[in-house]
């Protein structure tokens, strides 16, 4: 229903009601008190408070003192017509439009209508009379019932029924205030009926009231705002963490300010683009203005530290007039958002719904308080996306991993079963081990982001790039038959094989393709990437580039070959261990050495550990290498005691080891057989076989610990476990992973990682080793963050028993055993 068609009704009601009511109570009037009585109602309703309900706006005015006052001096029907005047006058200069303006002068002449009824049910005497003070306060308060009543009846026929919030908002300053304003009005009377001079009294004491009145006003407009801000606060609590949540958090800022729009410019985050989300009332979702970088709100509320920015068609200077009929408004708050990478957003808040009612001080304060929570869960919606951006791709080179390759390719080879085709290349970089070996790991991933940029620059424009375990890489081609992919590998590789600059030196980067297609090859991701993995293994032997054939199935019988020998390797010597030195961040004491176990195979070589244990996993022999390590590390700590020198040693556990029946027991007769005490063994555990239900669920680690020894978390940060969970279980210290740790001399970020995980585990009472030290920059770094121990290439590489025992002699020194201790300790000589 229109604001018209309820005016229109509102004069349909008003009229005769008032005919019956007031014209036979008509009678002469004294002038100069009708022009006193329309004066003070002008005035009245001149300290008035606006009451905002969507697009209506209504004020509440200390009207029923002048009413009261109006209604003893000159009667119902005089009092009718100066009120609609006053009222009439007093809205129109405030702006109101039109029908609202009918509409008011209808509520007035209603509520005195009103009032000549109850005074005709309760008749008034004199002024000096109890029951006729009575008698105009109960006709006073119907009154301003009614006149509540038919606002908001006009509300529901324009806007729908609101809900129970509205009655408050209207009802309330009625019983509050109404009475006070009928009583000060007959105690006015009162006076002036003893003395007319008694208005020297009594005009100050109006004017204080007037001002008091305001006062509360503002008290309440300023309450109510707080409210709003907490509800705010809850709703945005409660919004989903993606792009639907963004734009919950925009309408709620919508809805508590009453704005016409609002939007929010988020900058670009990860590898998602800029965004702009506008919630408006004609439901647009774009607008100019809040997405140019150089308007000239948008600049301010980014590079001003003074808090929301405010502005106003009637105080805009011209450029700000320029920039706010470019958006077609005439209120705006601008302020800035700040995103979880530090860069700064930018929110706008355009024109209040209400007719009369502008944004002021008050509104920019709402929207500086909600700011916080807005930050927040922006940077928490932020933060997630990371978490779930982190899970899909490769950390060091910011490609997709072998996760979201899979889901690349099943999506779609999914998309059409029948014709879809697909090409995969496999690269591995051919010299990625020796690099590693010998300039350590951050020149092995200078060298992986050079071969990632290369790729990036010569792969076809549709392809997916993907980065793998180690030195491989993926690429995927969607819509490429089998002999496309193999062009495109061999065109891919020529121009990857070049010279670039890594660590200071010029090195070769060579590439070995394996190359597998859909369908020929497979159907889902798991089969073509394992056809891939063995045509991958065949192009060393094929000039660099391999085609998957059925015929290469046979080379894989050579992981087969390999898990028959496990045992005899072991029993012969193959499987031997190096020993890698940990020391102690502030005294440079020896206090333990890793153990890390090698194959070295008489017709294959060096087997990559990853090869052989993983083998070991699948073939549930993981036991038996894990008790071939652990009495090797054993036997090398006793030679050691035997020499009355404490060294302890630490061993590698695999999450399928946790899951023996008997582990404990052969733990504990290891130790008995070597006469080691627990305290010189620390197994370590991986972040996953930790978080693991099965292990979680199980006694097997309060059982290992109970054996004295000690248990390390490897590789943290890796996971998805956290220091909280660590309280729940026996773990004495924790491995920062060396990606943390390699970066740290150059990535303030990984920095801060190292710092947050020793703090934390400090706090929970765990011991922080840190791994891939590499030069003395990162060492101090975590010494001064309170770092435990160290372990990396700066202090020694794995070496094998003899080296082991050069290195000790040459490199380290004796002290003698500390205050309760039996037994002498290493140091590192400076």
């Given at each position: 229903?229109s604001?018209?068609?309820?005016a229109w009704?509102g004069?349909?009601v008003?009229?005769?009601?008032?005919?019956?009511?007031l014209?036979?109570m008509n009678?002469?009037?004294?002038?100069?008190l009708?022009?006193?009585?329309?004066?003070g109602f002008?005035a009245?309703?001149?300290?008035?408070v606006?009451?905002?309900f969507?697009?209506q706006?209504?004020?509440?005015?200390?009207?029923?003192?002048?009413f009261v006052m109006s209604?003893?001096?000159?009667?119902?029907s005089?009092t009718?017509v100066?009120?609609?005047?006053?009222?009439?006058v007093?809205?129109v200069v405030?702006g109101?439009?039109?029908?609202?303006?009918?509409f008011?002068?209808?509520?007035?002449?209603?509520?005195v209508?009103?009032?000549?009824?109850?005074?005709r049910l309760l008749?008034a005497?004199?002024?000096v009379d109890?029951s006729?003070?009575?008698a105009?306060?109960?006709?006073?308060l119907?009154?301003s019932?009614?006149?509540a009543?038919?606002i908001a009846?006009?509300?529901?026929a324009t806007?729908g029924?609101?809900?129970r919030?509205?009655?408050?908002s209207l009802?309330?300053?009625?019983?509050l205030?109404?009475?006070v304003?009928?009583?000060?009005?007959?105690?006015?009377?009162?006076?002036?009926?003893v003395?007319?001079?008694?208005w020297?009294?009594?005009?100050?004491l109006?004017?204080?009231l007037a001002?008091v009145y305001?006062r509360?006003g503002?008290?309440?407009?300023?309450?109510?705002s707080?409210e709003?801000v907490?509800?705010f606060?809850?709703?945005?609590e409660?919004v989903s963490p993606?792009?639907?949540?963004?734009?919950?958090?925009?309408?709620?800022?919508?809805?508590?300010?009453n704005?016409?729009?609002?939007?929010?410019?988020l900058?670009?985050y990860?590898?998602?683009e800029?965004?702009?989300?506008v919630?408006?009332?004609?439901g647009?979702v774009?607008?100019?203005?809040?997405?140019?970088?150089?308007d000239?709100?948008?600049r301010r509320?980014?590079t001003s530290?003074?808090?929301?920015l405010?502005?106003s068609?009637?105080r805009a200077?011209?450029e700000e007039i320029?920039a706010?009929?470019?958006?077609?408004?005439?209120?705006l708050?601008?302020?800035?958002?700040?995103?979880?990478?530090?860069?700064?957003?930018?929110?706008e808040?355009?024109?209040r719904?209400?007719d009369i009612?502008?944004?002021?001080?008050?509104?920019?304060a709402?929207?500086?308080?909600?700011l916080t929570?807005?930050?927040a869960?922006?940077?928490h919606?932020q933060l997630l996306?990371?978490?779930r951006?982190?899970?899909?791709?490769?950390?060091?080179?910011?490609l997709?991993?072998?996760?979201?390759?899979?889901?690349e390719?099943?999506q779609l080879?999914a998309?059409?079963?029948?014709?879809?085709?697909?090409?995969?290349?496999?690269?591995a970089?051919?010299n990625?081990?020796?690099?590693?070996?010998?300039l350590?790991h951050?020149?092995?991933?200078?060298l992986?982001?050079v071969?990632?940029g290369l790729?990036r620059?010569?792969?076809?424009?549709q392809?997916?790039?993907?980065?793998m375990?180690?030195e491989?890489?993926?690429?995927?081609?969607?819509?490429l038959s089998l002999?496309?992919?193999?062009?495109?590998?061999r065109?891919?590789?020529?121009a990857?094989?070049?010279?670039s600059?890594?660590?200071?030196l010029?090195?070769?980067v060579?590439?070995?393709?394996?190359?597998?297609?859909?369908?020929v090859?497979?159907?889902?991701a798991?089969?073509?990437?394992?056809?891939a993995?063995v045509?991958?293994?065949?192009?060393?032997d094929?000039?660099?580039v391999?085609?998957?054939?059925p015929?290469l199935?046979?080379?894989?019988?050579?992981?087969?070959?390999l898990?028959?020998e496990l045992?005899?390797?072991?029993?012969?010597?193959?499987?031997?261990v190096v020993?890698?030195?940990?020391?102690?961040?502030?005294?440079s004491?020896?206090?333990?050495?890793?153990t890390?176990?090698?194959?070295?195979?008489?017709r294959?070589g060096?087997i990559?550990p990853?090869d052989?244990?993983?083998?070991?996993e699948?073939?549930?022999?993981?036991?038996?290498?894990t008790?071939?390590?652990l009495d090797?590390?054993?036997?090398?700590c006793r030679?050691?005691?035997?020499q009355?020198?404490a060294?302890?040693?630490?061993?590698?556990?695999?999450?399928?080891?946790?899951?023996?029946?008997?582990l404990?027991?052969?733990v504990?007769?290891a130790?008995?057989r070597?006469?080691?005490?627990?305290?010189?063994?620390?197994?370590?555990?991986?972040e996953?076989s930790?978080?693991?239900d099965s292990?979680?669920?199980?006694?097997?680690?309060?059982?290992?610990?109970a054996?004295?020894?000690r248990l390390?978390?490897d590789?943290?940060?890796t996971g998805?476990s956290?220091?909280?969970?660590l309280?729940?279980?026996?773990?004495?210290?924790v491995?920062?992973d060396?990606?943390?740790?390699l970066?740290?001399?150059?990535?303030q970020?990984?920095?801060?990682?190292a710092r947050s995980i020793?703090?934390l585990a400090?706090?929970?009472g765990?011991?922080?080793?840190?791994e891939?030290?590499e030069?003395?920059?990162?060492r101090?770094?975590l010494?001064e963050?309170?770092?435990d121990?160290l372990q990396?290439?700066l202090v020694?590489?794995p070496?094998?028993d003899?080296?082991?025992?050069?290195?000790?002699?040459?490199?380290?020194?004796?002290r003698?055993a500390?205050?309760?201790?039996?037994h002498?300790?290493l140091?590192v000589?400076?």
């Amino acid at each position: 229903m229109s604001q018209w068609t309820v005016a229109w009704i509102g004069i349909a009601v008003a009229v005769p009601i008032a005919l019956w009511a007031l014209v036979p109570m008509n009678k002469p009037v004294d002038v100069p008190l009708l022009i006193a009585a329309f004066l003070g109602f002008l005035a009245a309703e001149s300290f008035n408070v606006q009451f905002e309900f969507r697009k209506q706006s209504f004020s509440w005015s200390p009207s029923e003192l002048a009413f009261v006052m109006s209604l003893v001096a000159i009667g119902g029907s005089w009092t009718a017509v100066a009120w609609a005047l006053g009222i009439g006058v007093s809205v129109v200069v405030q702006g109101y439009p039109r029908p609202k303006v009918v509409f008011n002068v209808t509520v007035v002449v209603l509520e005195v209508c009103a009032a000549v009824g109850v005074l005709r049910l309760l008749p008034a005497g004199d002024i000096v009379d109890p029951s006729t003070w009575f008698a105009y306060l109960v006709a006073v308060l119907v009154a301003s019932m009614v006149g509540a009543a038919l606002i908001a009846g006009a509300i529901c026929a324009t806007q729908g029924y609101p809900g129970r919030t509205l009655w408050a908002s209207l009802f309330v300053p009625v019983v509050l205030v109404g009475p006070v304003s009928v009583l000060v009005g007959l105690a006015v009377l009162l006076l002036v009926s003893v003395t007319p001079w008694a208005w020297l009294l009594i005009a100050p004491l109006l004017g204080a009231l007037a001002l008091v009145y305001r006062r509360f006003g503002s008290v309440t407009r300023e309450g109510h705002s707080v409210e709003r801000v907490y509800d705010f606060a809850r709703r945005v609590e409660q919004v989903s963490p993606d792009e639907a949540g963004t734009r919950q958090i925009v309408q709620a800022v919508r809805e508590l300010l009453n704005a016409e729009r609002v939007a929010l410019w988020l900058p670009p985050y990860l590898d998602e683009e800029p965004r702009l989300v506008v919630s408006a009332e004609n439901g647009a979702v774009w607008y100019d203005g809040p997405g140019d970088p150089d308007d000239v709100f948008r600049r301010r509320a980014v590079t001003s530290d003074g808090g929301p920015l405010l502005v106003s068609m009637g105080r805009a200077d011209s450029e700000e007039i320029a920039a706010l009929a470019r958006r077609g408004v005439s209120d705006l708050i601008g302020a800035p958002v700040m995103t979880a990478a530090g860069e700064p957003g930018y929110l706008e808040v355009c024109d209040r719904r209400s007719d009369i009612v502008s944004f002021a001080d008050s509104d920019r304060a709402a929207l500086d308080s909600m700011l916080t929570h807005v930050n927040a869960a922006i940077r928490h919606q932020q933060l997630l996306t990371q978490i779930r951006y982190d899970a899909d791709h490769d950390r060091l080179t910011g490609l997709p991993n072998r996760q979201r390759l899979a889901a690349e390719i099943d999506q779609l080879l999914a998309e059409d079963p029948v014709g879809a085709r697909a090409g995969l290349i496999l690269a591995a970089l051919g010299n990625y081990t020796e690099v590693t070996d010998t300039l350590g790991h951050a020149a092995s991933d200078e060298l992986l982001l050079v071969t990632a940029g290369l790729l990036r620059e010569h792969a076809p424009p549709q392809a997916l790039l993907a980065r793998m375990e180690g030195e491989q890489f993926a690429v995927l081609l969607p819509g490429l038959s089998l002999a496309a992919t193999e062009r495109a590998a061999r065109r891919l590789r020529e121009a990857a094989s070049t010279r670039s600059r890594v660590a200071g030196l010029d090195l070769e980067v060579t590439l070995t393709i394996g190359v597998a297609a859909a369908p020929v090859h497979g159907t889902d991701a798991g089969m073509l990437m394992q056809r891939a993995d063995v045509a991958l293994l065949a192009a060393a032997d094929s000039g660099g580039v391999a085609s998957y054939h059925p015929v290469l199935d046979q080379q894989s019988l050579r992981r087969l070959q390999l898990g028959t020998e496990l045992e005899q390797a072991m029993a012969d010597g193959q499987i031997s261990v190096v020993f890698q030195p940990i020391i102690d961040a502030q005294t440079s004491d020896i206090v333990s050495v890793e153990t890390l176990v090698r194959w070295a195979h008489p017709r294959y070589g060096s087997i990559p550990p990853d090869d052989f244990i993983h083998l070991a996993e699948q073939i549930g022999r993981i036991g038996a290498v894990t008790d071939h390590v652990l009495d090797l590390a054993l036997a090398r700590c006793r030679r050691w005691l035997d020499q009355d020198i404490a060294l302890s040693v630490a061993v590698n556990l695999s999450v399928h080891c946790l899951t023996e029946p008997d582990l404990v027991s052969r733990v504990r007769r290891a130790l008995q057989r070597h006469g080691v005490p627990g305290e010189l063994l620390t197994l370590e555990l991986t972040e996953g076989s930790v978080v693991d239900d099965s292990v979680r669920d199980s006694s097997v680690l309060g059982d290992l610990h109970a054996l004295g020894l000690r248990l390390s978390m490897d590789d943290f940060g890796t996971g998805y476990s956290s220091l909280s969970q660590l309280r729940q279980l026996p773990i004495d210290e924790v491995k920062i992973d060396k990606s943390f740790v390699l970066g740290m001399s150059t990535s303030q970020g990984e920095s801060f990682i190292a710092r947050s995980i020793i703090e934390l585990a400090h706090n929970l009472g765990l011991r922080v080793v840190a791994e891939g030290v590499e030069d003395e920059l990162t060492r101090n770094l975590l010494a001064e963050m309170g770092c435990d121990k160290l372990q990396g290439f700066l202090v020694s590489r794995p070496l094998p028993d003899d080296r082991l025992e050069t290195w000790l002699l040459a490199r380290t020194g004796v002290r003698s055993a500390g205050p309760g201790a039996t037994h002498r300790r290493l140091f590192v000589r400076a």
